[in-house]
C-alpha cells in the first residue's frame, strides 16, 4: 500500500458524501472545527493524518484530485510511523 504522509503541497477542498459525512457527524471532534482522518483510495494508495473541517470539507493535497475515497477511519497518533 502506498502511504502518502502531508506536506505543504497545494491544497484542495472536497465536500464528502452525505454518508461519510454522517458518520463524521458521530465521531470525535480533534479540535475545534475540524477531525483528523486517514484515507485510502479505490487505487490503492491512503493519506495519512488529513483534516476534515466542520465534518463535511476535507482538505486534501492537489495530487489527491479526482480520486474515490474507499474507506476513512479516524487518525490515531500511532499511524504516523507507518511507511
Known amino acids: 500500500m502506498n502511504w502518502y504522509k502531508k506536506s505543504d503541497e497545494d491544497k484542495i477542498g472536497l465536500c464528502l458524501p452525505k ?24 487505487d490503492g494508495s491512503s493519506l495519512l493524518d488529513a483534516i476534515v473541517l466542520n465534518g463535511e470539507e476535507l482538505q486534501l493535497p492537489d495530487s489527491f484530485k479526482g480520486k474515490r475515497i474507499k474507506s476513512i477511519q479516524m487518525h490515531r497518533e500511532d499511524d504516523r510511523n507507518r511507511t
Open 19 to 42: 454518508e461519510i459525512s454522517g458518520w463524521l457527524s458521530r465521531q470525535p471532534e480533534s479540535g475545534m472545527g475540524y477531525q483528523r482522518v486517514d484515507l485510502v483510495f479505490s
